[in-house]
């Protein structure tokens, strides 16, 4: 069985950055092996797909995300990344890892920008 | 983007009844792989979301067989034969046929 563990959110101040991981374990899997994606949802909205990883490292992502947000993964750590700089009120939102098409999902990290 | 049109937006249902949510896509998602990449999930409020149907109609392993996916094209449907108490929260249609993947805004169910 697959299970992604999540972490690295928090209440943070404007401007403030924040590194949010997602490790994977279980039955063999790696995440450099399958597309990954992470989806949002800001309070009291719905999902909204941010990236997707493909197998070759390639992160595609939302025409909407500005530079502020990088993606990356460490084959060692079975671990994805989402890097956002510069954070600001509204990337207020839970955040999730999930796998391939969507099967498996992380516990989700809350990011809480607020002054 | 592919906008992926739910309804209705709230579905107020009595135990044991059955119900139906759609969800329309501004374009086909036939994949020209030959699949349709149409999903439904679940989520209960302040859990993550679980997957219950991929591509159109394949149940996930656990998913109680009362629920059922159809549709092809632009027009899909999601269906709960019996409703139950556990199947409260929200339902969601994705479609990754085209980049961005998108979701539906959501159908809230409750109970009556």
């Known amino acids: 069985e697959v299970v992604l563990v999540q972490s690295g959110g928090g209440l943070v101040q404007p401007g403030m950055s924040l590194r949010l991981a997602c490790e994977a374990s279980g039955s063999g899997f790696s995440v450099t092996r399958t597309h990954m994606n992470w989806v949002r949802q800001a309070p009291g909205k719905g999902l909204e797909c941010i990236s997707v990883i493909n197998a070759g490292g390639n992160a595609y992502r939302a025409e909407f995300l500005g530079a502020r947000f990088t993606f990356s993964r460490d084959s060692a750590k079975n671990t994805l990344y989402l890097q956002i700089n510069n954070l600001r009120a509204d990337d207020t939102a839970v955040y999730y890892c999930?796998?391939?098409?969507?099967?498996?999902w992380g516990g989700g990290t809350t990011v809480t920008v607020s002054s | 983007d592919v906008v992926l049109t739910q309804s209705p937006l709230s579905l107020p249902v009595t135990l044991g009844q059955p119900a139906s949510i759609s969800c329309r896509s501004g374009q086909s998602l036939a994949h020209s792989d030959g699949n349709t990449y149409l999903f439904w999930f679940h989520q209960r409020p302040g859990q993550s979301p679980r997957r219950l149907i991929y591509r159109v109609s394949n149940r996930d392993s656990g998913v109680p067989d009362r629920f059922s996916g159809s549709g092809s094209g632009t027009d899909f449907t999601l269906e709960i034969s019996s409703v139950e108490a556990d199947d409260v929260g929200v339902y969601y249609c994705m479609q990754a046929s085209h980049w961005p993947q998108t979701f539906g805004l959501g159908t809230r169910l409750e109970i009556k």
């Open positions: 999930a796998t391939g098409h969507m099967d498996v």
